[in-house]
């Protein structure tokens, strides 16, 4: 696997894994489609403000996704894969949005009555990886330190 960024490969590798979150998004939204297994998400993830929902809201939240897709990419080195497949995920719905007029979703959120995609559980898995391993990343002394000073 091609890991260093430095590589004559490592945006070929990149393009490859954009290409690949896409058609492997696409091609189970077509299968779930087929199944008769899709509901047209014209919200958000997770069926999250609907058309009826406060635009502003709505604009809040598109705007806080900028800023990840942003903060991704400022670390783009380290994150490289992570901002790779967000930013597919994030463009394979909005390929949905503008050839359907809303998001296929198909796969059911166990206890809940709401569906989503594969798209929106990757989008979901990289924002846990990143907000993880931004946590790792704080020394252990400034923790200590932060302890100390609440006492």
């Known amino acids: 696997m091609i890991r260093n960024a430095k590589s004559p490969y490592f945006k070929f590798w990149l393009v490859g894994i954009f290409l690949f979150v896409i058609f492997l998004d696409q091609v189970s939204k077509n299968w779930a ?20 929902a406060d635009h502003f809201l709505l604009l809040v939240i598109l705007l806080l996704f900028f800023m990840f897709v942003f903060y991704l990419l400022k670390r783009f080195s380290q994150f490289s ?69 609440t006492l």
């Open 33 to 52: 489609q087929n199944m008769n297994w899709v509901t047209i998400n014209s919200g958000i993830s997770f069926s999250f403000f609907q058309p009826e």
């Open 81 to 149: 894969f992570l901002s790779t497949v967000f930013v597919a995920a994030a463009f394979s719905n909005i390929l949905d949005r503008i050839l359907f007029s809303g998001v296929r979703d198909w796969l059911l959120i166990p206890g809940l009555a709401l569906k989503n995609n594969l798209a929106d559980w990757l989008m979901f898995l990289v924002v846990i990886v990143v907000i993880k391993d931004t946590l790792r990343r704080v020394p252990v002394e400034e923790k200590k330190h932060e302890y100390k000073n």
